[in-house]
């Protein structure tokens, strides 16, 4: 996975991730977005939707298996680590990291308000 500007830089010369992780913006203050979005078949959005369901795994392997696809210069192993890391009960204050709370059947509210910011995301 490369990135590119929205402004055209790096159009010639795609950045890895790690070159652009803590630049912010692109030279040209343009967002870095990736040179091509991977692409989910029917098939592996329906593995995201069943993997474990243990509380406290759901969100780290979600997160691998999506965040792997735009990292490729992270050895996986070691990007597994960095999100094993990061999100934990410690971090976001409950196993889930996004609790989801039922309202009223088919009306559920999700918790995005959990974690070191207290930001909604």
Do not use: C
């Amino acid at each position: 996975m490369r990135y590119v500007s929205t402004r055209g830089a790096w159009v010639g010369n795609p950045q890895p991730f790690s070159a652009i992780l803590l630049e912010g913006l692109a030279p040209d203050g343009g967002l870095a977005v990736p040179q091509k979005y991977p692409r989910f078949s029917a098939r592996e959005m329906d593995a995201l939707r069943t993997r474990s369901h243990r509380a406290h795994r759901f969100y780290p392997d979600l997160a691998f298996a999506i965040l792997s696809r735009f990292v490729a210069d992270i050895p996986a192993a070691d990007l597994k680590s960095l999100i094993d890391r990061t999100y934990t009960k410690q971090t976001f204050f409950h196993d889930a990291i996004t609790p989801v709370t039922e309202l009223e059947p088919g009306i559920h509210l999700m918790h995005l308000s959990n974690g070191p910011t207290l930001a909604f995301k």
